[in-house]
């Protein structure tokens, strides 16, 4: 297991497509030691989610885990979960927004808009149909990984960007601005 430095925000890998996890590579050393090290790495910067592609990586699959630590004391808690080839429908068109943050963006945050219900499925690391029903918190985190393997970041997704702000100038100045609390989601 090892802790890997995370791309940011202008290394190409986070701005391009990324490749399907093949039926052959699920289950091998090197896929589980990938998610292994990217187990390892969100948990080490203290994220609550963080998708392959963040890490190098250009293939669909994503770790999400919100706990029940003091920095997301406030967030819904979410077990660790690891999604492989995921896909995301929405029940409804009912979006909501909040502030999110990207380990690829350090110290930013913004307000972006998201569904606030989203059915995802995929494969576990093993290779077995996941299919679960999320809201709330771990709904934005599954709609901001799923962007991801698809060169998508969050601030593609604010409709206004006057919300932009570093994490430490938004707490002082903004009411509604995350503090210390949450989404530094992956
Ligand atoms: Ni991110």
């Not at 940011?8 to 090197?30: C, D, F, M, T």
């Not at 690391?125 to 029903?133: H, I």
Request: charged share 25%.
């Amino acid at each position: 297991m090892a802790i890997l430095r995370v791309a940011q925000l202008g290394h190409p890998v986070l701005r391009a497509e990324a490749e399907p996890v093949s039926p052959e590579e699920i289950g091998s050393g090197e896929l589980n030691s990938l998610i292994g090290d990217m187990i390892d790495t969100m948990r080490d910067y203290a994220g609550v989610g963080i998708a392959a592609p963040q890490v190098r990586v250009s293939k669909r699959l994503f770790v999400i885990e919100v706990r029940g630590t003091d920095r997301y004391g406030n967030a819904e808690l979410f077990p660790l979960t690891v999604v492989l080839n995921p896909t995301l429908t929405f029940p409804t068109d009912e979006q909501s927004h909040d502030w999110e943050g990207c380990l690829s963006a350090e110290g930013l945050r913004g307000l972006v808009p998201r569904y606030t219900r989203a059915h995802l499925e995929g494969l576990d690391q093993d290779g077995v149909a996941l299919s679960l029903d999320l809201e709330g918190f771990p709904a934005i985190v599954a709609q901001h990984e799923t962007d991801h393997l698809d060169g998508r970041l969050y601030l593609d997704r604010m409709t206004d960007l006057k919300s932009l702000g570093f994490l430490d100038e938004l707490a002082r100045y903004h009411r509604s601005a995350p503090r210390p609390d949450p989404a530094e989601a992956g």
